[in-house]
């Protein structure tokens, strides 16, 4: 009885350990994948790192005028001062709330692509959206100033400074309209405009 008690130990024994084997064999397979899968994940990152900066070298020769200011993507820092919209709600005699300047209508992202992206050398806008695509949801999968370089940040804070400037000046949206196309003489910003209240 007590030789078969042992025997029944030793078996459990063993199968314990067996179990124990198997699970940090299982354990050592799985950070094994694990591995191999964040080693091909950098693997991806380094390659499409480096297209990217091919793609770079290629944009700068061929587009001599927007190279200084289109770069790689960078990290999402806040740009566009609440001030800029509040501006423009203001001229459209529009309640100004945290909820409100949050939840843009649409027209306002229109009103800053022709208020300040469109002031950069002809071209810009559009290799920003072909750059920049959307979700299904119709949202910008990244804000258009994460593809600025540092010069090209610079002349885009500029750009708002300015139109901040100016609708400061102005009692309402069309008298702000009109001094703006007149300030960047560009008529073609006129029919931007057109058709918006006050």
């Known amino acids: 009885m007590a030789q078969t008690k ?27 994948a694990a591995t191999a899968l964040v080693d091909s994940a950098g693997l991806d990152a380094t390659l499409d790192k480096e297209l990217e900066k091919q793609f770079l070298a290629k944009f700068r020769l061929n587009n001599p005028k927007l190279a200084p200011y289109i770069g790689e993507l960078q990290a999402y820092v ?73 010069e090209g940040l610079d002349k885009l804070n500029e750009f708002i400074r300015e139109a901040i400037e100016l609708m400061k000046s102005c009692t309402y949206w069309s008298q702000f309209t009109s001094r703006f196309a007149r300030k960047c003489g560009q008529d073609w910003q006129l029919d931007v405009f057109e058709g918006s209240s006050n």
Do not use: C, D
């Open 6 to 32: 042992q025997t029944k130990l030793k078996n459990q024994e063993q199968v314990a350990k067996r179990v124990r084997i198997n699970r940090e064999e299982e354990l050592k397979e799985m950070y094994a």
């Open 78 to 150: 806040k740009t566009f001062p609440r001030e800029f919209y509040e501006q423009i709600y203001r001229l459209h005699n529009w309640p100004i709330t945290p909820e409100s300047i949050r939840n843009r209508p649409g027209v306002v992202g229109k009103w800053t692509i022709e208020l300040v992206y469109r002031r950069f050398p002809s071209g810009m806008v559009e290799e920003l959206r072909a750059r920049n695509l959307r979700l299904p949801s119709g949202e910008l999968l990244h804000k258009h100033f994460q593809l600025l370089t540092t």
